[in-house]
């Protein structure tokens, strides 16, 4: 079964910093990955997704992924973070029955 | 803009009382889903439609129901809200053929039962 794990519950970092958000899959094919951005009291909001082709993903407000296949791994990145963008991260993994595995999140904290 | 909403944004409701959540959406999206969120955790699925095909996840309890009367709107009942049924509730939609699972979520409806 697919599964998905961030492994930081909690990130700080200072404004203007880069920003390195984790996650893991498992998943036996190519799989489809998404990642999410929750701010408080709101729902899900895409930021990128990865389907196939070009393994650096960009998206929106400044962030992109990188899709490796050899570890795993979907990480999202920003080089310079704002104050905005303190909200919950959620990254996920298509699904059979056209449904979505989500990661337990992570939940970003910028300091000024 | 084509989108997903949600109605209303909180409702508060009394133990026991049957309470109705309401999502439509303006994508012309065949799938349609119900999420259950609580604090700092991952969104778990409820169930979804798939036209008007329910699909109920296992271990989601009798408690909750749907309704998809059209391919605009879709309802979650909570028949007899307890404590533990507090959370936001999400709604999300996905064009099957085309979105490789995909999802457009609303901004949610937060549930207190008091």
């Known amino acids: 079964a697919q599964s998905v794990t961030q492994p930081d519950i909690h990130i700080t970092v200072s404004e203007g910093a880069s920003l390195e958000l984790r996650c893991n899959y498992s998943y036996g094919a190519t799989p489809y990955l998404f990642w999410y951005v929750q701010s408080p009291g709101q729902g899900l909001q895409l930021l990128l997704k990865?389907?196939?082709?070009?393994?650096l993903v960009q998206g929106i407000k400044g962030f992109e992924a990188e899709f490796k296949r050899s570890q795993s791994s979907f990480n999202l990145r920003k080089p310079s973070v704002h104050w905005s963008d303190a909200a919950e991260y959620f990254c996920?993994?298509?699904?059979?029955?056209?449904?979505?595995?989500f990661g337990a999140g992570t939940i970003l904290r910028v300091k000024s | 803009d084509a989108m997903v909403i949600q109605n209303p944004r909180y409702q508060v409701t009394q133990f026991g009382k049957p309470v109705t959540l309401s999502c439509s959406q303006t994508?012309?999206?065949?799938?349609m889903y119900w999420y259950q969120q609580k604090s700092s955790q991952a969104p778990k699925l409820l169930f979804h439609y798939y036209d008007k095909d329910f699909n109920n996840e296992a271990d989601t309890p009798d408690n909750f129901q749907s309704r998809r009367p059209n391919t605009s709107f879709c309802f979650l009942d909570i028949r007899s809200p307890g404590l533990g049924d507090a959370a936001m509730y999400l709604c999300a939609t996905s064009r099957l053929e085309i979105s490789y699972n995909e999802q457009f979520f609303g901004p949610g409806t937060r549930l207190t039962v008091l």
């Open positions: 996920a993994v298509g699904a059979s029955g056209n449904k979505l595995v």
């Open positions: 994508l012309n999206h065949n799938v």
């Open positions: 990865y389907f196939s082709g070009d393994t």
